[in-house]
């Protein structure tokens, strides 16, 4: 038996925010996803449908796919599985969590903004309460630290100040359903309660047979931070935000 899912869960990699506003890119140190489920897929409707779902994993997991030992751990994600063989699969389902952790830095017209945590204290009510429909800032310089960047509902109230005091709606932040980004992101996303959901069609289809299958793979977080250097009544303060992974995976 092999692991399917070393070859699988890589393929995942998030369909996040694309801002039109000017903000600087970074490369994150650290990018931690949480991983709760993987489905193999014979086909999709385009509507985030996954025929025929397997699932090949379902246990809950932090990766860090900045790592430079990121695919050692994916090898060891999920237990061994067998595919029907005969069978051809096209798309890749997977369920992760809203929460993205990260740490890095970057400069924004002449604001250094690091990442450091986020607390009850950024928010106008409770992290736990508002984490999905309010984008809190912080103070720009701190020491770097893990930060927390959540798959936002799609309308939000964004922070512009550090207690969030201050702020401004946006009734489009974020969009989710059927994708057309290119062959290397996900062709359809959603969100359901503390987890995302996201298909993504493999490079070509790929039928099970009883010869251990080889994998080309290739990934990377270059820039995929982002930060918005935020100037209220002369303070300035950071909002971080994370762009969405190239994957390119072949399965033969």
């Known amino acids: ?118 607390t009850d204290d950024n928010y106008p009510g409770t992290e736990a309460d508002q984490k999905y429909s309010h984008i809190p800032v912080i103070n720009n310089g701190q020491t770097i630290a893990l930060t927390e960047v959540r798959m936002q509902n799609e309308s939000v109230t964004k922070c512009l100040n550090d207690d969030c005091s201050s702020t401004s709606t946006d009734d489009s932040w974020m969009s989710y359903g059927a994708k057309d980004e290119g062959a290397l992101y996900a062709i359809h996303n959603a969100i359901s309660g503390d987890s995302m959901i996201l298909v993504h069609a493999l490079t070509k289809p790929w039928t099970v047979t009883l010869d251990t299958p080889s994998l080309d793979m290739a990934f990377g977080t270059e820039n995929v931070g982002q930060v918005f250097a935020i100037n209220t009544g002369g303070t300035k303060y950071c909002r971080f935000d994370a762009l969405e992974p190239t994957v390119s995976i072949t399965i033969e």
């Open 1 to 118: 038996m092999f692991k399917i899912i070393k070859f699988i869960i890589t393929f995942l990699l998030i369909g996040f925010h694309y801002s039109s506003l000017q903000a600087a890119n970074f490369t994150p140190s650290t990018y931690i996803v949480t991983i709760q489920q993987v489905e193999m897929c014979t086909g999709t409707d385009g509507s985030g449908s996954c025929d025929n779902a397997k699932v090949v994993g379902n246990t809950t997991q932090e990766m860090d796919i900045a790592s430079v030992d990121i695919l050692a751990v994916v090898s060891e994600y999920g237990s061994p599985a067998i595919l029907e063989v005969g069978t051809t699969y096209t798309h890749m389902k997977t369920t992760m969590s809203r929460t993205i952790q990260m740490t890095g830095t970057a400069d924004d017209g002449g604001v250094t903004c690091n990442t450091a945590a986020v």
